[in-house]
């Protein structure tokens, strides 16, 4: 798997062996790590300390994934790991992001989640069709400006309110 992590919000949760090196390994990308964990390594205690990462000796909380790009489930536990894949996985694909430029991040962190809360179900279906098609016009030989256009089109308000008017009619709820 090749992701540009430079600068990115990484967190890991667990910070024992199986940790460390993903730790470690994220370090070495130029991501910002955010480590979740009761207890850690002395080398990610080191790391801590010298503000290389940010360490939170606690339990995982789902409020944890907010604004991560990316996430490790890196704990010897099962019961933990797949917490925490659920989790991710359950925030679905339609993601939001607000900034109150750092000025409350407790509160762009609630509105966030109203906000996905709200759109997310609404919009389920609709990203999956849209996605779809994307997938369907990159494998065309198009002129690209033609495709950004026809993505755009299918992504309108107006495109929403006419499946939404169909799907309604319909009774479908996808």
């Known amino acids: 798997m090749f992701l540009k992590l430079e600068g990115r919000s ?5 910070a024992g062996k199986i940790g460390e090196s993903k730790i470690r390994s994220l370090l070495v990308a130029g991501a910002t790590v ?7 390594t002395p080398a990610v205690v080191g790391w801590g300390r ?3 990462l940010a360490w939170q000796a606690r339990e995982f909380e789902s409020a944890d994934l907010d604004s991560t790009f990316l996430v490790v489930a890196a704990t010897s536990s099962i019961e933990v790991n797949d917490a925490v894949y659920r989790e991710a996985r359950r925030r679905g694909d339609l993601q939001i992001a607000i900034s109150t430029a750092g000025k409350s991040p407790a509160l762009a962190q609630r509105l966030r989640r109203e ?5 997310a179900p ?3 279906g609709w990203i999956e069709e849209l996605g ?3 997938k ?7 002129n690209p400006e033609d495709r950004r256009k026809r993505l755009h089109e299918l ?4 495109s929403f309110e006419a499946r939404a008017a169909i799907t309604s009619a319909t009774g479908s709820r996808s």
């Open 122 to 124: 609404i919009y389920a």
């Open 50 to 52: 010298a503000g290389v």
């Open 136 to 142: 369907q016009l990159f494998g065309r030989r198009l």
């Open 34 to 40: 955010r480590v979740v964990a009761p207890r850690a």
């Open 132 to 134: 779809s098609v994307r």
């Open 155 to 158: 992504a309108s308000r107006e």
């Open 115 to 119: 906000f996905e809360a709200q759109l």
């Open 10 to 14: 990484c967190l890991v949760v667990g």
